[in-house]
């Protein structure tokens, strides 16, 4: 078995071994390819890189069904990871969107060839739109009816104009998503004129609605924004769609996980999004993940950090005492009661212990932890 690299025309030949999503990706030209290929049995996998400077990334990896376990795919990595290395790359990462269901055969391909996991998995959650609409926090948060939440549509184009330039610029704006969401069912919350968060939902697809983004500043977040603005586009959403609609939640966060765990405990992750990382050059250490001790370094970040210590306000402490006591949108502690007595915990450290390099998300957020093991 020999692997050889290919050129965008070569590889064009072998759309049968890219994942479709990447061929609607318009730098084709500009990614490598590397084929695995054997006398007698043509090409047998082929792997398809994108070398972005700031992280080379895996996009495709496909073997042949007739030749399946047999190693290809390992090889495949290997030459890729050397491949990247070569050229000064630290680390060949690959980050995937999959269902639960899939992820067991990618992680253990993954983990046998030098990968491993970094960041916490991110789940999305489908939920039905009825069941939002009717969940009794949703239902205080409308009577409330904040006087700062707004429809996109009602929002002037310079106002949106100079939110997404800030958030630019703070490199926190994803590419292109005003234009995706639907401006009935995305809310917008300002203060002094200014915008200060958002909850974005995309248009009724297939029966399904997806929250595209959602984006609080810290501001906002001390003032439960996110439940007015959650309140609102559940509202319009049940307005305008069939009622049997559901809501698609691609959780960033721990806190927005958190979150959609408390309004709908039963749902269960329909897709996770995993982020490997296979480093190619020996000596070169990756950034250590694990936030706790780290000082705050984007502007973000200290203006978070500085709205976390301050004290609250009588009006905002009588606000947390009152029913939003559960719904603080604060990250888990290292105190999580799942690993609070087990003897696994390493002090300090919130997402890894002796057994997970990075802990299941379930268990980040109090559920039972297959490897508890109580303190002697
Ligand atoms: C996933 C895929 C690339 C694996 O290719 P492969 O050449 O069969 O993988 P390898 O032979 O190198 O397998 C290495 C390890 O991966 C794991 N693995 C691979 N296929 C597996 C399967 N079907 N079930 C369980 N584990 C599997 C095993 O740990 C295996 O080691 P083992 O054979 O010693 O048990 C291949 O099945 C494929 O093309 N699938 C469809 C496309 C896809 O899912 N691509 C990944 C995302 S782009």
């Known amino acids: 078995m020999k692997i050889h690299a290919l050129t965008w025309s070569q590889a064009s030949q072998l759309r049968e071994f890219i994942l479709p999503e990447v061929l609607e990706l318009p730098d084709l030209e500009d990614f490598w390819y590397l084929a695995s290929a054997e006398v007698g049995r043509g090409i047998l996998g082929l792997a398809v890189i994108d070398p972005q400077a700031d992280g080379p990334l895996l996009l495709s990896l496909a073997v042949s069904p007739a030749a399946r376990r047999e190693g290809v795919a390992s090889r495949l990595l290997e030459a890729a990871a050397n491949v990247v290395g070569s050229n000064g790359g630290a680390a060949l990462t690959v980050e995937y969107s999959l269902s639960p269901a899939e992820w067991p055969v990618l992680a253990s391909l993954l983990e046998q060839n030098g990968f491993f996991q970094i960041q916490p998995e991110r789940y999305a959650y489908l939920i039905p739109l009825a069941e939002l609409n009717n969940h009794p926090v949703l239902t205080a948060a409308r009577q409330r009816n904040s006087a700062s939440v707004f429809p996109m549509s009602n929002l002037s184009a310079v106002a949106l104009r100079e939110f997404r330039l800030e958030l630019e610029r703070k490199e926190l704006f994803p590419p292109d998503v005003l234009r995706q969401c639907d401006p009935h069912l995305s809310f917008f919350w300002l203060e002094d004129g200014h915008i200060q968060a958002c909850l974005l939902l995309g248009n009724c697809q297939d029966g399904m609605v997806e929250n595209l983004w959602t984006y609080l500043s810290p501001r906002a977040r001390q003032k439960q924004a996110l439940i007015y603005l959650l309140g609102a586009a559940v509202t319009a959403a049940a307005n305008t769609l069939p009622p049997d609609s559901q809501v698609l939640f691609s959780c960033q966060t721990e806190a927005s996980d958190h979150l959609v ?26 950034p250590e993940e694990d936030a706790a001790g780290r000082e705050p370094v984007t502007e973000h970040e200290v203006e978070e950090e500085a709205m976390a210590s301050r004290e609250l306000t009588e009006e905002e402490k009588k606000l947390r005492a009152e029913r939003w006591n559960d719904l603080q949108m604060t990250p888990v502690t290292e105190d999580a009661p799942a690993c609070r007595n087990c003897a696994h915990r390493i002090a300090g450290r919130l997402l890894s212990c002796e057994v997970y390099q990075t802990k299941p998300g379930p268990v980040m957020y109090g559920e039972a932890c297959p490897s508890f093991s109580p303190v002697q």
Request: aromatic fraction near 4%.
């Open 261 to 286: 765990r408390h309004l709908s405990p039963s749902a269960a992750p329909v897709q996770s999004l995993r982020v490997y990382v296979r480093p190619t050059l020996q000596d070169q250490e990756l």
